[in-house]
Every structure is written in structure tokens, then in C-alpha cells.
């Protein structure tokens, strides 16, 4: 990371790799994750799942899992409409869903009842046992099938049909007039499969109404306020009867921003049986609860012969589940999918996605990514490289003609982003120097020669990330913004409270350290508190790399608005006016008499002892709305061997340069760089949700689902290029989605480019080896010639 | 209840075998033994997080795949705790994260995962560092590739490997050095 030591200025606290405060209490095996936390006298629960996708429910008997010792109760639809909580609202308001099948399933492990029991192994045992007779119904999981209607999944809903919503912005008669007069045009479709973040940790609650009747709710939750005012929303309870307190994470990557119906029906079981109860998620569970992605886009770029972009067009089938669940912004139904036209002017574009409801999980969450941000990286950075086979050019020279230009900053898209800033050539130059380009040209030309397959595969993304403004963002109503509190005690020591929910990702360091460098104090005097609504403010969470663009600018504007207050106290101190002060060097000081100064501890401690005329204490709380996104962006290379008789492909380099803006901890930003880059490899070669065609899930433990471990995982190369955001309060962007969002595309354009000798043009990910081996074999068969 | 009738009922055949459903099982976990009546379906990672009290070692897949789980059996034997009934573990040893600092001081394993940003959630890593240690006592000097096929056992979703086995290396350094300052330790 030398880069980011002579693009940024030298700081006090940021910009320096500090250690991690909160590690030594997960290193010692002290972190209080969700199953750690058991209260007295506390009942377990455990869910009955469907076999079938589609069935009617003609019974429920739960007679004999009532006989098992310790049974205490068990809930189904019935019951729970009872209480008038059959249902909840999904987090975009557009849709809601059931808490346990009503009348009957729509996916397979659909959540059917909840069984309560004394020990956890009794309430899996009543979940063996409980009889459900099911009439099994035509399956329908494609969703170019769900199109037709003949078979209508969701007849609760008003209106009668599978098609969920439309989509689309840009202008498509100008698109399709530019289209047509190209002189070239590309067509493909693409897939990016469905997916899931399986974060290690899986999902779990505690619920305990307390001696005062008010709801005490232990949840691993990503967003712990918009929980306590969904919960307010589903159950009817007063807000203020609601205390939801999320503990440490093992990992969140968006599975934990969504209210399963297992937390709705350990509440409603806490309530009806007066006592605590814990729900902890099975792996399977984990899996079959919620997906990202399962988008089918078909992409059109039309380009003049010397590789001048002149307009796009998207379409996409978007396969939301059963239950239109997405974690996506009212504003916007689809997301941030119109960040599609990328790092690259395209005067013309026009996106439209129609989703469709089908017999399978329920989700859509936001995956290490900023709301389908992925989909939309992914798809114009594999469209550009073919584009560039097509053109005959180096996929380099193609991006760089077309790269939106350092000096075009803000720049409006087509599709109605304002780009804040970037270089997006200079990030590039960094890349191709970085890994030899010239060199592996060179080496690919010379091993081609030789008939094997080697690849070099670009992405050169922009990301979207800082939801968000609220005049665009919201999740059910609630706009986004977030809250920061920081109270400053005599000594100089603090403590900091935020709306966001660190899952890993060290807001305990970088939160002390912004805060730090703003106010001249150790970082390590900072106490980090989040995740408990009683005691922080409010705020939507941490997902979609939201906290550094909106917690972190509203932790630097607090600490600047304490530093205001500090400058009157300061000013009594110094026995001078507050405007004859400057803030220099971290003290304050009087203007012109460099001996002349306080520091901010001094400042302290007469916060407490000897404040003046002024209000005592040194402590606040702002609210930060954002005025834009941020758009943080990267140039990632990725370098394959494809072995000609297996398929199996190797990755023998991947560079990823990332420009996030102004970086506050580079250890953790690389650390973040090296995690993210893990996922999207996984994503390229290895996982998939996938269903046969009775709609049975073929991806519910990590056997099936492919996990990368150490001895497949590549070994990452890193680098940052800086280009603050503007509109920032210390210029960061994001960094954490970044390497998931980009990398796929690189890893598929390094493989696609490995077999392009043989004429393969695109394989939908993930690119197992078997996939790659049939593609070999049948390029052979059909171009025997290129052998 | 002295049968397991919960397994009758889902029509299990367990003739010619007496299984009771509660059994006596002691542990020494980290250097204490641990006695409880408990299922004899139990497994042993739930014992140790709600027997013994030590949740420092996680459950995170119910299929040993991910090791978040793994514990040292009877010296340095990493083990899924939850691949293991506490029943097997009866009378034997086990050491878990819990038994790594001493003092308030941390294990070099532990120092080097946290120099080397070898964590980000923590949920993976104290099975991450019991193999780690047990790898360390097979193979005082392991190249990268032995150290990634050392850790293949215990997934990470968070930190990408690299700095795990850059961890790793400097625990080995750090353990071989005071090592070779101290020969009994080597001996033992």
C-alpha cells in the first residue's frame, strides 16, 4: 500500500495502520457473539421447515412433538394471525411476507411452525415431529417461466400475476437510434447467478420481555434502530417498550440486515410464554433463509469502428423468490443497478429490469455490495471486454478512449448518477505498471504460440456506495442518514457512539481514529460503543459501505462541532478573543504567538473545572445527511492458467488498485481489499444457489455450497491510487464492497481471454471446472481448427 | 428415561445397543476437570460453550466444515468439536482459545494474528489458531503452501488467508526463537 503514504498527507491519527483495538478480546475467545448470551429460565426454539417448493398445507398436527419431554408449545400461521403478526413488511415496503407458511409454502424450507422447548435438543426434536400434511403444487423456478402466468404463486397480492415491478431509466429512443446508426454493435446475455454471503456466524435472537414488560432483543442485526422501529411497525409494541442490543457479529455481508420470520416468532413465542427465548440458526437454515443477485441481463453496446462508445442497453430478469424481500431503497426498486454504464461515457443509455416472483428463497440482499451494484459492475465490465475481442483491441485501449476524463468530475450519467470524482486512468496506469503488462503480453503471446491457454483479465469499475442522501434513500420509509455522539471526559479520554454495527470491519479503531485526528487525541483513549439502542443515536446501519461515507462524516462533524465549543473554553484559558485563535498543529493557538496555546486535553479538563462563561461539559451529537453518493473505483488485473485437458484454472496473479478516497486505516482497508477479493473469487469459480428442476436446493450446507479456503484462495496483490470525494467532511469514500464488486468481472475476462484462442466468447460464472472443460471440449469440436 | 426414546420415535434401530440417554462425563478442559451429567447425544462443542462455559469456541456449519469449532484433544490433536460427542471426550484432555493467554499476556499465535491483522469479525479465529498451533507443533518451520494446507480445515469469510498466514509465519519465527532460548521447553 506505498501508494497511499505519498498520495495523502501526513495525519496525526488517520491515515496510519493501527493496530485493532477491539482484537484482543476475540483473540482471548472473549467476543459476546449471539449464542453466547443466555438469560434465566430461557426456552430454545427451533423452526419446521417445507420439503416442497409449492404445496398446499392440508394439516398441521402437532400432537406428537407435544409428547417430547420439555415441550412447551408450538406456533403456526394460525396462531400467530391470531396476534395479528402473520405477516411482516419487507424492508422496501413493496411486498410483505409470511412469518410461517400460511395456507400454503411458496419455497423450500420455507419456515412452517415453531416448536418451544426446555433444551435446544428438545425443540429440534418437536421440529422432527411435527406432521404437516403438504399437496404438492406445480414448481415454477425460472423465471422466464414465471413470466407466462399459467401458474400464479402469490395470490394473496392484489394484483394477479407473477410479475413483481418495471424498472427503468435513460432514454430509450435515443439509445436505439444510436444503437442502430453504429457502426458496431455487441449482444449478449449474461447471467450473475444467485448467491449467498454465509457469513460464518449464522443468524440468531434472544427475546425476553423484562419485570417492566419491555421487549429486551438480542439479534444479530446489521441495523439495529430501523429493527426497532420495524419491530414497532410488525408487533404493535410502543418503540419505546423496545430495546434491540446486537452484540459482536461473525460477519454480516447483508444476511443480516433482513427480520427473519425466526425473530418474529421467538418474540411472539417470549410474549405468549413469558419467558426468554433463543432462536439460533442452523447452517442450512442460514442458507436457505435469503440469496443476492439472480439477475439474467441481456446487454447491447453499439460502438464507432475506431472503439468510441456510443450507447447501451440493458434488459434484465430479476428473480426475486417468493417474496419480493430485496434490499433495495423505495426510490429505487432495483437499486443502484443504474450505476450499469460504469467508468466509461456512453452518450446514450437506457436500463429496464422487470422482476418476477418464483418458488424460491425469498432476499435479495445487498451482498458486500451497494444494492445490485455487483450485477451492474459485473455485467459492463464483461460486456467491455467482449466489445474489445469483437473490435479486435486490447481491452486497455478500449477503457482508456472511453474512460470518463479526471477534468469531467461531477459528472452527470446518463442513467442519472453524479460521479463525484475519480482518475480512473492514472489508477489504471498504476495497475499496468504494477503487473508487467508489457511483460505478460509478451509471455501469453509466446505460450499461445505453444497452444496453451493463458488469460489477462481487466475491470476497471466504479462503484456507488453512501447510502445514503435522503432525499434518494430509505429502508420502509425511515430516510437514511446516521448519528454520531461523542462525549470528551475531563481527562481527555472519550467515548464514541454511532447508529452503524460494525460485523469485522474495526469501526472500534477507525471510529477513535477520525475522531482523533479531528479533536488532537490518542486513539486509544476512545471508548466505541454500537449496536445498542438505548445508548446510541440513531442510525441505518452498516451495509451497502455505508459507514465510513455517512457515519464517519457525521463522527468528523461532530468532532468539529465539539471543537467549536472547545475553542470558547480555550479562548477563557488563553485570556484572548475565540477569532484570535487558530486551530494549528493539533492545539489551539493564538494567532501569530506561537507560544501561546492549549491543547485540547487542557481544553478538556476546563470542559469540567474551569470553563468561564461558558456551558460546561464537552459533549455532542450530530446527524448527518449526506448531499451525494461517494464513488470510490479501481483497476483490478487478474492472470489465469487454464490447463487445456481439465479445465481447471489457476490464478497465478491478482493485483487489485483501489481508489476509496481518503484511507483512515490502511491495515484495515487492505485487510478488508484481501477479504472482499476471497468472496468475489468465490463467486467466480465456486458458489452457487442452485435448484433442480423439482425446485429442490441443491446448496444447503457448506459442503454443497463452495467456501474458498486457504489452499484455493489466490494470494492478493494490493495498491491504492487517492482521489478524495469533494463533498465529504475528511474525503473518504468506501472500501469494504469494492474487491467484491469488481473482481468477478476480472477473474471471468482473465478466463474468457485464456480460451478466447479457441473462439469461446462467455461462460456464465461460476466457472468450475467442469463448466470450463466443456467449454474447451465443445470449442474444439466446433472449431476444430483453432486446435 | 434410560433409552433414547426420541430416536424410537423417529424409528431408529438401535438393538443390541444400550444407550443411556444421560451420562456422567468428565473433562479436563485447559488444565480443569469438568464433571456434568449430561445427554449422551451431546456434542462436545456444546459442552465446553454450556458446560464448562468457555464460548470462545464457536459452532459455525453443524457439518465440520468450517473448524470454528476446533479444539486440541489430549495434547495437540485439532479436533471439530462438533464432529465429537462429549461422551468421546470422556477422561481425556482438552485445550481451547481460552487456555492460550497466561496472565493477562498473549500466546505468540495470538500476538501474531493481531499484529499481522489476522481477524476482522473473530468468529473463525480461535479455531483458526488452535490448528495454527497444532500445525506449529507438527511442523515447527511450515513453507506458505504447508500453511495453507495446514488451515484448509478452517474457513474464513472475512480476511482473504494472506494475513492469517503471514500470522502464522511470524508465530513460527516467535515460537521457534524462544525455543531455542529455553532447550526444556524444545523437550517437552
Known sequence: MTEIKTEQPEKMAMGRSMK????????????????????????????????????????????????????????????????????????HGLDKQMVLANGKVLYQYQEVAACYAETREAAYDMAELVAVDYEPLEVVNDPYKAMTDEVLLRPDREAKTNHIYNWNVGDESGTDAALAASDHVIRQHITFPRVHAAPLEPCGCVAEFDAMGRLQFYVTSQAPHVYRTALFMVLGIPEDKIRVISPDLGGGFGNKVPIYPGYVCAIAGALVLQRPVKWIETRTENMTSSFARDYHMDIEIGASTDGTLTALKVNTVADHGAFDAAADPTKYPAGMFGVVTGSYQFPHAFANLDAYFTNKQPGGVAYRCSFRVTEASYLIERAMDILADDLKMDPTELRRKNFIRK?????????????????????????LEKIGYTELLKEQAEKRARGELMGIGFSTFTEVTGAGPSKHFDILGIKMFDGAEIRIHPSGSGIIRTGTKSQGQGHETTWAQIVAEELGLDPQNFIVEEGDTDTAPYGLGTYASRSTPVAGGALALAARKIREKARKIAAHLLEVGEHDLEWKDYKFEVMGVPGQSVTMKEVAFAAYTNPGDNEPGLETT????????????????????????????????????DDAGTIINPMIVEGQIHGGLTEGFAIAFMQEIAYDEAGNNLATNFTDYLVPTSLESPHWETAATCTPS???????????????????????????????????????MPLSREKVWAAIRNAEQTHPAAD | MTKTQNMEALGADFAGIDVPNIVTVSIRINGKVVTRAVPSRMLLVHFIREEAGLTGTHVGCDSSSCGVCTVLLDGSTPVKSCTMFAVMAHGRDVKTVESLAVGGTLHPVQQAFWDQHGLQCGYCTPGMMMTALALLERNPNPSEHDIREGLSGNLCRCTGYNNIVKAVQQAAGAMSASSAADPSAADD
Open chain 1, 20 to 91: 485493532r483495538k477491539e482484537d484482543p478480546r476475540f483473540l482471548q475467545g472473549k467476543g459476546n457473539y449471539i449464542d453466547d448470551i443466555n438469560l434465566k429460565n430461557q426456552l430454545y426454539m427451533a423452526l419446521v421447515h417445507s420439503p416442497y417448493p409449492h404445496a398446499n398445507i392440508k394439516d398441521i398436527d402437532s400432537s406428537a412433538a407435544m409428547e417430547v419431554p420439555g415441550a412447551v408449545a408450538v406456533v403456526t400461521a394460525k396462531e400467530l394471525d391470531a396476534h395479528g403478526v402473520g405477516w411482516l413488511p419487507t424492508f
Open chain 1, 407 to 431: 477534468d469531467q468530475f461531477p459528472y452527470q450519467t446518463p442513467l442519472n448518477f453524479v460521479y463525484d470524482s475519480g482518475d480512473y486512468e492514472h489508477t489504471m496506469d498504476v495497475a
Open chain 1, 622 to 657: 450530530l446527524y448527518y445527511d449526506p448531499p451525494n453518493m461517494v464513488f470510490p473505483h479501481g483497476t483490478y488485473v487478474a492472470v489465469v492458467d487454464v490447463d487445456r485437458e481439465t479445465g481447471e484454472t489457476k490464478v497465478r496473479r491478482f493485483l487489485a488498485v
Open chain 1, 726 to 764: 469533494p463533498h465529504h467532511p475528511i474525503g473518504a469514500k468506501s472500501v469494504g464492497e469494492s474487491p467484491n464488486v469488481g473482481s468477478p468481472a476480472a477473474f471471468v475476462n482473465a478466463v474468457i481471454d485464456a480460451l478466447s484462442p479457441l473462439g469461446v466468447r462467455h461462460i456464465d
